[in-house]
């Protein structure tokens, strides 16, 4: 992977997340926190369990401490704009680059800066895919996020 594609992948999950984000919102609040039995209960759930995720990784990536947590549809963004920022600076070889962190169990690992990114997309499109079923359980037509859809639009 090069540095080039690990800012184009991240760059559309990014697309993909603002787009899923966008459709719960227009949803009703009482559809959007319903339990649908799912793994995260529902779409905001899952949401956010997607946001923190992004969060965690991006802050082990910095090597810094994650900040305390914000709305989702208010967090989302400003991170977004942090991984933009962080990845805009990545050479080819600083994706080889082993960043060392604690998982949320306090274990100590160590992983390549190209797996992390290429983690942190495939984590939230196998999310995204789930809040995109439970969308149509509540008869809401959720948007096309597929990786071909970004590519079609200039990504």
Known sequence: MTANEARRHLAYSTWASRRIL????AIPEEQRERDLGTSHKGVMHTLHHIVMADRNWLYRVLGEAPPAAGLIEEEWPHLWKQWE????SWSDADLERV????????????????????????????HRGQVMGMLRQLSVAPPATDLIFYYRQGG
């Not at 966008?22 to 919102?25: G, H, R």
């Not at 920022?85 to 805009?88: D, G, L, R, S, V």
């Open 22 to 25: 966008e459709a719960a919102l």
């Open 85 to 88: 920022e962080a990845a805009a």
């Open 99 to 126: 960043v060392e962190y604690r998982d949320l169990k306090g274990n100590a690992h160590r992983s390549r800066l190209d797996e992390i990114v290429l983690h942190v997309v495939n984590h939230a499109t196998l």
